[in-house]
């Protein structure tokens, strides 16, 4: 899995053999757009007719034999402005939003949050969420001072998951 933010909410994933390019349109206007979307199999918003599903129930689907058709990426809504991809032998990805943050399941133990916003809420979000699930990774995608603010405030509460900030136009690999 790889991960590369542009700024905003705009984020560019790698993932089941999938380019998905979320929310480009967000990009600063410096982002040269034939970088954000060169090769996509996806383009999406957060606002995007996309199937919605209860995070509480939803469960990963068991990988597949090698010789069995490759499964697709699939992009799930699982809040006001929150995704989640699927795909076969990679960690689930969730991506934040500005909404609120969503429930999460027991299959959120081990995967991978991307925090996309800065809003008023989020450390008191995060530090829920944190006392719920255990993820492998916590990405956080957000200006600077946010990115202090809130590195302080969860650090604690983290329980073995790992932390990183992302730098826009940088790749982060999982």
């Not at 700024?7 to 410096?30: F, M």
């Not at 990963?60 to 929150?82: C, K, M, N, Q, W």
């Amino acid at each position: 899995m790889k991960l590369t933010w542009f700024g905003g909410t705009a984020l560019r994933v790698y993932v089941g053999g999938e380019i998905v390019v979320i929310d480009a349109e967000t990009a600063p206007a410096v982002v040269d757009r034939g970088e954000l979307l060169a090769g996509a199999d996806r383009v999406l918003a957060f606002g995007d007719a996309i199937a919605v599903i209860d995070p509480t129930a939803w469960r990963p689907e068991p990988v597949g034999r090698a010789i069995d058709e490759p499964l697709a990426t699939d992009v799930f809504r699982i809040g006001d402005s929150a995704l989640l991809l699927a795909a076969a032998a990679e960690p689930p990805l969730v991506l934040l939003g500005p909404g609120e943050l969503p429930r999460f399941g027991r299959w959120a133990d081990g995967g991978v949050i991307v925090l996309l916003s800065a809003r008023e809420a989020l450390v008191a979000e995060v530090t829920a969420m944190l006392d719920v699930a255990r993820p492998r990774l916590v990405a956080l995608a957000v200006d600077e001072q946010t990115l202090d603010l809130v590195i302080e405030e969860i650090a604690e509460h983290l329980g073995g998951a790992g932390l990183v900030s992302m730098e826009p136009g940088l790749a982060l690999e999982v």
